[in-house]
T-cell receptor
Protein backbone atom coordinates (compact mmCIF):
# COMPACT_ATOMS: atom_id res chain seq x y z
CA UNK A 1 0.00 0.00 0.00
CA UNK A 2 0.88 3.67 -0.19
CA UNK A 3 3.30 5.09 2.39
CA UNK A 4 3.52 8.86 2.84
CA UNK A 5 6.31 10.44 4.86
CA UNK A 6 6.15 14.08 5.93
CA UNK A 7 8.91 16.37 7.20
CA UNK A 8 9.47 18.23 9.40
CA UNK A 9 7.13 17.25 12.23
CA UNK A 10 7.33 20.75 13.72
CA UNK A 11 8.22 24.07 12.11
CA UNK A 12 8.57 27.46 13.76
CA UNK A 13 8.91 30.53 11.55
CA UNK A 14 9.00 34.27 12.06
CA UNK A 15 5.97 36.15 10.77
CA UNK A 16 6.63 37.19 7.19
CA UNK A 17 9.09 34.37 6.49
CA UNK A 18 8.37 31.35 4.28
CA UNK A 19 7.50 27.84 5.41
CA UNK A 20 8.18 24.67 3.44
CA UNK A 21 6.84 21.19 4.19
CA UNK A 22 7.99 18.17 2.22
CA UNK A 23 6.35 14.79 1.60
CA UNK A 24 7.42 11.64 -0.17
CA UNK A 25 5.21 8.81 -1.37
CA UNK A 26 5.90 5.23 -2.39
CA UNK A 27 3.21 4.21 -4.89
CA UNK A 28 3.84 5.46 -8.41
CA UNK A 29 0.14 4.88 -9.16
CA UNK A 30 -0.85 7.76 -6.86
CA UNK A 31 -2.21 10.60 -8.96
CA UNK A 32 -3.75 13.14 -6.60
CA UNK A 33 -2.00 15.01 -3.80
CA UNK A 34 -4.05 17.25 -1.49
CA UNK A 35 -2.87 19.34 1.43
CA UNK A 36 -5.05 19.85 4.48
CA UNK A 37 -4.87 22.43 7.26
CA UNK A 38 -6.20 21.49 10.69
CA UNK A 39 -6.80 24.11 13.34
CA UNK A 40 -7.11 23.17 16.99
CA UNK A 41 -10.34 21.31 17.71
CA UNK A 42 -11.47 21.28 14.09
CA UNK A 43 -11.50 18.88 11.17
CA UNK A 44 -8.96 19.02 8.33
CA UNK A 45 -9.72 21.56 5.61
CA UNK A 46 -8.46 21.25 2.06
CA UNK A 47 -6.23 24.20 1.21
CA UNK A 48 -4.67 23.18 -2.09
CA UNK A 49 -4.22 20.08 -4.23
CA UNK A 50 -2.27 18.99 -7.26
CA UNK A 51 -2.68 16.21 -9.78
CA UNK A 52 0.02 14.09 -11.34
CA UNK A 53 -0.17 15.83 -14.72
CA UNK A 54 0.80 19.19 -13.17
CA UNK A 55 4.18 20.19 -11.74
CA UNK A 56 3.22 23.27 -9.77
CA UNK A 57 0.10 25.06 -8.56
CA UNK A 58 -0.28 28.35 -6.75
CA UNK A 59 -3.11 29.99 -4.82
CA UNK A 60 -2.23 33.39 -3.38
CA UNK A 61 0.41 32.75 -0.66
CA UNK A 62 0.27 28.97 -0.98
CA UNK A 63 1.98 26.86 -3.63
CA UNK A 64 2.50 23.15 -4.13
CA UNK A 65 5.12 21.45 -6.29
CA UNK A 66 5.20 17.84 -7.46
CA UNK A 67 8.15 15.79 -8.70
CA UNK A 68 6.73 12.52 -10.00
CA UNK A 69 10.11 11.06 -10.87
CA UNK A 70 11.41 11.52 -7.34
CA UNK A 71 7.97 10.84 -5.80
CA UNK A 72 7.93 13.91 -3.64
CA UNK A 73 5.75 16.98 -3.29
CA UNK A 74 6.04 20.11 -1.21
CA UNK A 75 3.89 22.87 0.27
CA UNK A 76 5.23 26.41 0.27
CA UNK A 77 3.66 29.19 2.32
CA UNK A 78 5.04 32.67 1.72
CA UNK A 79 4.69 35.78 3.87
CA UNK A 80 3.46 33.72 6.82
CA UNK A 81 0.89 35.21 9.18
CA UNK A 82 -0.20 34.19 12.70
CA UNK A 83 -3.37 32.62 11.26
CA UNK A 84 -1.19 30.18 9.32
CA UNK A 85 -0.36 28.47 12.65
CA UNK A 86 -1.95 25.01 12.44
CA UNK A 87 -1.19 21.37 11.70
CA UNK A 88 -0.71 20.63 8.00
CA UNK A 89 -1.18 17.19 6.44
CA UNK A 90 -0.13 15.98 3.04
CA UNK A 91 -1.84 13.01 1.41
CA UNK A 92 -1.54 10.83 -1.66
CA UNK A 93 -4.42 9.13 -3.46
CA UNK A 94 -4.22 5.86 -5.37
CA UNK A 95 -7.56 4.20 -4.62
CA UNK A 96 -7.73 5.84 -1.14
CA UNK A 97 -6.14 8.77 0.66
CA UNK A 98 -2.99 7.99 2.63
CA UNK A 99 -1.92 10.76 4.98
CA UNK A 100 1.41 11.93 6.27
CA UNK A 101 1.87 12.25 10.04
CA UNK A 102 1.44 16.03 9.99
CA UNK A 103 3.54 19.16 10.53
CA UNK A 104 2.78 21.57 13.36
CA UNK A 105 3.52 25.06 12.08
CA UNK A 106 3.93 27.92 14.53
CA UNK A 107 4.24 31.47 13.22
CA UNK A 108 5.97 33.75 15.74
CA UNK A 109 4.79 37.36 15.82
CA UNK B 1 -25.42 23.79 3.69
CA UNK B 2 -24.12 22.39 6.95
CA UNK B 3 -21.62 20.22 5.05
CA UNK B 4 -20.45 17.23 7.09
CA UNK B 5 -21.68 17.03 10.68
CA UNK B 6 -20.77 14.53 13.41
CA UNK B 7 -22.60 13.50 16.56
CA UNK B 8 -21.56 13.50 19.38
CA UNK B 9 -18.60 15.90 19.72
CA UNK B 10 -17.22 14.21 22.85
CA UNK B 11 -17.84 10.90 24.56
CA UNK B 12 -16.33 8.93 27.41
CA UNK B 13 -16.89 5.17 27.53
CA UNK B 14 -15.89 2.40 29.88
CA UNK B 15 -14.12 -0.65 28.49
CA UNK B 16 -16.66 -3.05 27.02
CA UNK B 17 -19.40 -0.50 26.41
CA UNK B 18 -20.83 0.06 22.96
CA UNK B 19 -21.69 3.20 21.06
CA UNK B 20 -22.50 4.56 17.63
CA UNK B 21 -21.04 7.66 16.02
CA UNK B 22 -23.23 9.40 13.48
CA UNK B 23 -22.00 11.22 10.39
CA UNK B 24 -24.39 13.20 8.21
CA UNK B 25 -23.77 15.14 5.00
CA UNK B 26 -26.16 17.36 3.05
CA UNK B 27 -24.10 17.65 -0.13
CA UNK B 28 -25.58 14.57 -1.84
CA UNK B 29 -22.13 12.95 -1.90
CA UNK B 30 -21.83 9.32 -2.93
CA UNK B 31 -18.69 8.44 -1.00
CA UNK B 32 -18.28 8.56 2.77
CA UNK B 33 -15.35 7.66 5.01
CA UNK B 34 -14.45 7.14 8.65
CA UNK B 35 -10.94 7.94 9.88
CA UNK B 36 -9.24 7.92 13.24
CA UNK B 37 -6.54 10.39 14.18
CA UNK B 38 -3.88 9.55 16.74
CA UNK B 39 -0.91 11.70 17.78
CA UNK B 40 2.00 11.46 15.36
CA UNK B 41 0.15 9.12 13.00
CA UNK B 42 -1.95 11.31 10.76
CA UNK B 43 -5.36 10.00 9.75
CA UNK B 44 -6.00 6.33 9.14
CA UNK B 45 -8.97 4.98 7.21
CA UNK B 46 -11.26 2.68 9.20
CA UNK B 47 -14.12 1.95 6.77
CA UNK B 48 -15.61 3.62 3.75
CA UNK B 49 -18.71 3.50 1.56
CA UNK B 50 -19.07 4.12 -2.17
CA UNK B 51 -22.85 4.34 -2.04
CA UNK B 52 -26.01 3.67 -0.09
CA UNK B 53 -26.05 0.11 1.18
CA UNK B 54 -22.36 -0.56 0.51
CA UNK B 55 -19.40 -0.56 2.89
CA UNK B 56 -15.78 -1.66 2.70
CA UNK B 57 -12.83 -2.11 5.05
CA UNK B 58 -10.06 0.43 5.22
CA UNK B 59 -6.64 0.30 6.80
CA UNK B 60 -7.66 -0.29 10.46
CA UNK B 61 -11.16 -1.88 10.51
CA UNK B 62 -10.82 -4.26 13.47
CA UNK B 63 -13.18 -3.53 16.35
CA UNK B 64 -15.46 -1.31 14.26
CA UNK B 65 -18.58 -1.83 12.18
CA UNK B 66 -20.35 0.57 9.85
CA UNK B 67 -23.67 0.97 8.10
CA UNK B 68 -24.88 3.19 5.25
CA UNK B 69 -28.66 2.72 5.20
CA UNK B 70 -29.27 6.20 3.85
CA UNK B 71 -27.13 8.10 1.38
CA UNK B 72 -26.68 11.05 3.70
CA UNK B 73 -25.72 9.08 6.82
CA UNK B 74 -22.75 6.88 7.69
CA UNK B 75 -22.68 5.24 11.13
CA UNK B 76 -19.61 3.93 12.92
CA UNK B 77 -20.19 1.40 15.68
CA UNK B 78 -18.00 0.12 18.47
CA UNK B 79 -19.50 -3.09 19.87
CA UNK B 80 -17.09 -3.52 22.80
CA UNK B 81 -14.91 -0.46 23.33
CA UNK B 82 -11.24 -0.87 24.25
CA UNK B 83 -8.74 1.73 25.54
CA UNK B 84 -6.86 1.37 22.22
CA UNK B 85 -9.89 2.96 20.55
CA UNK B 86 -9.34 6.22 22.39
CA UNK B 87 -8.90 8.63 19.51
CA UNK B 88 -10.43 11.47 17.52
CA UNK B 89 -12.75 10.18 14.82
CA UNK B 90 -13.38 12.08 11.60
CA UNK B 91 -15.97 11.50 8.96
CA UNK B 92 -15.49 12.71 5.40
CA UNK B 93 -17.44 12.67 2.16
CA UNK B 94 -16.74 13.19 -1.52
CA UNK B 95 -18.89 13.43 -4.63
CA UNK B 96 -19.05 10.68 -7.23
CA UNK B 97 -16.04 10.67 -9.51
CA UNK B 98 -14.03 12.99 -7.26
CA UNK B 99 -11.13 12.25 -4.95
CA UNK B 100 -11.53 15.51 -3.00
CA UNK B 101 -12.76 14.78 0.53
CA UNK B 102 -14.58 17.15 2.88
CA UNK B 103 -14.19 16.51 6.59
CA UNK B 104 -16.48 16.89 9.57
CA UNK B 105 -15.45 18.52 12.88
CA UNK B 106 -14.59 15.25 14.63
CA UNK B 107 -15.64 13.24 17.69
CA UNK B 108 -13.23 12.90 20.58
CA UNK B 109 -13.69 9.48 22.19
CA UNK B 110 -12.05 8.37 25.41
CA UNK B 111 -12.28 4.75 26.55
CA UNK B 112 -11.39 4.19 30.19
Amino acid sequence: GENVEQHPSTLSVQEGDSAVIKCTYSDSASNYFPWYKQELGKGPQLIIDIRSNVGEKKDQRIAVTLNKTAKHFSLHITETQPEDSAVYFCAAFDYKLSFGAGTTVTVRA
Amino acid sequence: NAGVTQTPKFRVLKTGQSMTLLCAQDMNHEYMYWYRQDPGMGLRLIHYSVGEGTTAKGEVPDGYNVSRLKKQNFLLGLESAAPSQTSVYFCASSPWGSDTQYFGPGTRLTVL
